[in-house]
């Protein structure tokens, strides 16, 4: 029989459990008494209905349908953004919201998202094609969609709703992705970011210090505004052990990282400033603007830690020492989006591999 009890951890919530009659038992929770027991009334209900041999889809059926997307989005709102510290990342979810009510509006129902028909796609499928036509590449729109799955999976581990919405399935594919790009830095290149005699010593030091970490623009920045927990300040810079405590993407609270010799003179000569780099994101990258006006290459803040990793690439050949030197775990990313196996470490490989053949047939 179905009932009711006060949740044991969330405060004034109120938990339903029921049997669905093809599911089995289920349980809801509900954020008053009045509400859980309009329910517990419904259940009973069907439970009558189970036991006397009646039928009970039309009901359930009704029940199922009426989650919708509006509704799902709208909670997840006040209940997980609200609490979120990061300012971008909050956009980007309420970017994603807006795209999925712009696609299927507040009351498509959640239960038959997956399978309803929209102008002759199905699903997901609609999704996907609406952002194909607002120009969204296949790698956004699988972000989006990633999103969603994240969104939609709270709302089914906390019993709102009862089916997955987003699966792998509605996904892109690997082969369906859109080849990444990004700048391969030449040699020559390289000396002129290091030497050219037009740019400045704060210039220099900052190229320095960026390109030697390989760390991400803002983890090293005094300010920033999007998440002022992860500022980098003269407390996170430990000169005594050669140590820099940063705030990683994706990862909360600071982690060590070394601090070579050349950018612990760097931050000596700074110690005059109330921070490290005491300013915002904006006047870094309009620092990096005017590196490239004076030395005639392109490229973005993020294309100095590109650069670390291609140097270590051409250094060593070891896509896991790259991954390592820019702090990241997966060596597909580092691969795939900082430094590809270049042309020095490949001629590397072939005369490796005409040194060992030598070998064999000289004996």
Known sequence: ?????????????????????????????YQSLKEAEDQLAVWQYIEMLVRTGQKVDHLLEKIEKAVTVGEILC???????????????VMRYKNVINNILEVYGEDQPIKTLRT????????????????????RVNRGVNSDLNMAKIIFNWALESDIIDNIVVKKVDMY??????????????????RLLFTHPELTEFQKD???????????????????????HKSFLWEHVDFENSLL???PKKVK?????????????????????????????????????????????????????RL????????TGDMQKVATSIGDKSINIASTHYAGVSLDTQRNIANEYVNGLNLILDH
């Open 206 to 228: 900052l190229i320095h210090v960026y390109t030697m970490l390989g760390v991400r623009a803002r983890e090293i920045l005094g300010k920033n505004t999007q998440c002022p």
């Open 116 to 135: 309803d028909t929209f102008k002759g796609y199905t699903g997901w499928s609609y999704f996907k094609h609406c952002m194909a036509q607002k120009g």
């Open 173 to 190: 594919t690997s082969e369906e992705m859109d080849e990444v790009t990004f700048k391969q830095w030449t040699v020559d290149e390289m």
């Open 1 to 29: 029989m179905a009932t009711i009890q006060k949740h044991p951890q969330l405060h004034n919530r109120y938990r339903l459990q029921y049997k669905h009659p093809y599911r089995g038992w289920k349980q809801k929770v």
């Open 253 to 305: 609270g600071r982690r060590a990282v070394y601090m070579p010799q050349s950018v612990k003179i760097i931050f000596e000569k700074w110690r005059e400033y109330p921070m490290p780099l005491d300013f915002e994101y904006t006047t870094l990258r309009k620092h990096m603007v005017s590196i490239s006006r004076i030395t005639n290459i392109s490229f973005t803040c993020h294309d100095l830690r």
């Open 245 to 247: 405590y940063i705030s």
């Open 308 to 315: 670390h990793a291609q140097i270590v690439e051409r250094q």
């Open 75 to 89: 909670k997840y709102e006040k209940s997980k953004l609200s609490l979120m510290t990061n300012k971008k990342s």
